[in-house]
């Protein structure tokens, strides 16, 4: 999500917090809103970042002033929504002047993927030296640091965070840099729609046991990793790793399967970086 000028439509937690006090209609107009750098692999790392959304054209349909001038709709807004025009009105120059913006200078500029966002999906970082695939159903936005898959299937959850989906992007996208010794992969749209994921077909009794079997594993690995951030010792974190790890061995076997992968071909996919 691209606003023009995010110091304008970000909230911190303590800014919304302030915002709502004043006006609690305003709730659904403020999405919780994250980068890259907090999407982790099947878990999410809260961002306390929120981001005021009104979409190309809010204005005209929420307040039904079809033929109302610039003035009219921010009277309208400041009537209807006074914190959160007091908040933007400072901004208001600095927002006329982006080439990102909607109908008035407080909308956002047109966009298709607001669905996409609001419904479940996969988030992931857009640049990573390992897979950070992770499910979100509570509507968060994202930032143009990471993407999303408009789907909560954790059949392909499952795969894009396997060791073999590593290997595969490792041979179709461009190192960019290295991190802890690691080489980061981009993971934009014209790399990612080369990688095959093997489809199953739910005519054959084996093909649905095995879609069955990496939906419960990764389920688990989901239940382990909420798990994982609510542990208070040092102890439950090692018990709860040590499981992710064995689903995690799991999850990389049944994909080796999936994808009818010969013992020699396993070893070089677990041999190291491509």
Sequence with gaps: ML??????????????????????????????CLGGQNIRRYRIEAAGRHLIVLPNGWTRRQSGLQNATEKQAFDWLSKTYPAIAEHLRPFAEALRKRQDQGEFWW??????????????????????????????TTGIYLSNTAYCLGTDDRYLLGILNSRLFWFAIGHISIP???????????????????????AIDFTDAADRAHHE????????????????????????????QRQ???????????VYELYGLTPAEIALVEGGAP
Excluded: W
């Excluded at 304008?8 to 709730?27: D, G, H, N, T, Y």
């Excluded at 909308?107 to 390992?130: G, H, M, Q, T, V």
């Design 107 to 136: 909308e956002l500029r047109p966009c298709d993927y607001y669905a996409y966002l609001e419904a479940p999906k996969l988030a992931f970082p857009d640049i990573c030296k390992s897979p950070r695939f992770s499910l979100d």
């Design 3 to 32: 606003t023009g000028l995010n110091e304008a439509f970000e909230l911190s937690e303590q800014q919304r917090a302030a915002l709502l006090r004043k006006v609690p209609s305003a709730a659904p107009l403020i999405k919780p």
């Design 176 to 198: 960019f840099g290295m991190r802890a010794g690691e080489y980061r992969y981009r993971l934009i749209y014209q790399y990612m729609e080369q990688v095959p994921i093997r």
């Design 244 to 254: 992710i790890d064995a689903t995690d061995r799991q999850i990389d076997t049944l």
């Design 213 to 240: 079997r990496m939906v419960g594993l990764v389920e688990s690995m989901l239940k382990l990793h909420e798990q994982l951030a609510a542990a208070t010792t040092a102890h439950d974190k090692t018990l709860i």
